[in-house]
C-alpha cells in the first residue's frame, strides 16, 4: 500500500515561534542504534539497494555564475520555457552536457 504524503510549507517565522508541531518522536530516535537504523533502511523500498560511493564524492563550494546576455532563436526559448520555471538551469545543463561531450578527456 502506497504511504500518503501530506507536504506542508511553513515560513522560517512560522518555525523559529513554535507554531509548527513537530510530530518527530525525537526521544524514539535518538534511541535507536546504527543497526536498527540500518535494518530500518533494509525494509524501505526507497533505501533499498541504495549504495553510497562515499570515495568518490568530494567538497566543494559551486562556481558563482556568469551574467550573460544572449540572443537565440525565439522558437528555442519558447520550448524551454514551455517547461515552467527553472528553464535557464535546463539551458545551462544542455550547455554544461554539450560541453563535456566535446571536452578533450
Do not use: C
Amino acid at each position: 500500500m502506497a504511504k500518503k504524503q501530506v507536504i506542508s510549507r511553513y515560513t522560517a517565522e512560522e518555525i523559529r515561534s513554535g507554531a509548527v508541531k513537530d510530530l518527530t518522536d525525537w526521544p524514539r530516535v535518538y534511541a535507536k542504534t546504527q543497526a536498527e537504523v540500518e535494518a530500518d533502511a533494509d525494509r524501505d523500498d526507497a533505501e533499498n539497494g541504495t549504495v553510497v560511493d562515499w570515495a568518490s564524492g568530494f567538497v566543494g563550494l559551486p562556481q558563482p555564475k556568469a551574467v550573460l546576455n544572449m540572443r537565440v532563436d525565439r522558437d528555442i526559448l519558447e520550448f524551454f520555457k514551455t517547461g515552467g520555471r527553472g528553464y535557464q538551469t535546463k539551458i545551462n545543463a544542455v550547455l554544461r552536457a554539450y560541453k563535456e561531450a566535446h571536452s578533450p578527456k
